[in-house]
């Protein structure tokens, strides 16, 4: 079962504006993550937050956390066309269940 | 060091077949996770192993298996393939599935079902 929602499903801007991505999740949490997929192929890790942290930075990633609404977004600033990617939220509870991946958003960022 | 090898990258079967994929880890990643990506449901968990054993499973029916061998590569099979089956499986490493780590994976296996 699907645990994150990214909101929006869908996101294209202009290259080197900022991209915001929204994750809402349902049950408690240990930590959540944000992966990149290009067309096809796997996942890369991007940044992972703690369910004790509220921001963390990397590079021009920025992401929040707000547990009290079970909600995390991811900043891109200046995008770039290599940014166009499809991200996804993962949340994982110490349970059994592996990673609880979101249906993702998909980022276009045009030239 | 290497990444996550997932072999073969294309695969085309028909109703009824069975398959089995291959994942390579990267080099001392012990825990080897199995996702299957389907554009209605997404990522879905399918299995992880640890130490050539299973230690987690998701919702799926028996016809998906999967083993580990003790150099921590990974197999995972399915019997009786179906329509449905189709879609991208994807394999991620880790030195051991702690809370906290972050997965590795593959480029994935895409299998169609005809």
């Known amino acids: 079962s699907q645990q994150g929602e990214e909101d929006p499903q869908a996101l294209s801007i202009q290259e080197g504006e900022n991209a915001t991505m929204n994750c809402s999740y349902k049950t408690s949490i240990n930590n959540l993550q944000w992966y990149r997929q290009n067309s096809g192929r796997g996942l890369v890790h991007l940044i992972l937050i703690r369910s004790n942290e509220r921001e963390k930075h990397s590079g021009r990633l920025r992401v929040t956390l707000d547990t009290s609404k079970k909600s995390s977004s991811l900043l891109i600033t200046a995008s770039r066309a290599a940014d166009t990617a499809s991200y996804f939220c993962a949340t994982d509870g110490g349970g059994a269940d592996g990673l609880t991946f979101g249906k993702g958003t998909h980022l276009i960022i045009q030239p | 060091k290497a990444g996550v090898t997932q072999t073969p990258r294309y695969l085309i079967k028909t109703r009824g077949q069975q398959v089995t994929l291959s994942c390579s880890p990267i080099?001392?990643?012990?825990?080897v996770s199995w996702y299957q990506q389907t554009p209605g449901q997404g990522l879905q968990f399918l299995f992880e192993y640890f130490s050539e054993t299973q230690r987690n499973k998701g919702n799926f029916p028996g016809r998906f298996s999967g083993r580990q061998f003790s150099n921590s590569r990974s197999e995972m099979n399915v019997s009786t393939l179906e329509l449905g089956d189709s879609a991208l499986y994807l394999c991620?490493?880790?030195?051991?599935?702690?809370?906290?780590?972050?997965?590795?994976f593959g480029s994935g296996t895409q299998l169609s079902v005809l």
């Open positions: 991620a490493s880790s030195l051991a599935h702690r809370e906290g780590e972050k997965l590795f």
């Open positions: 080099s001392g990643h012990r825990s």
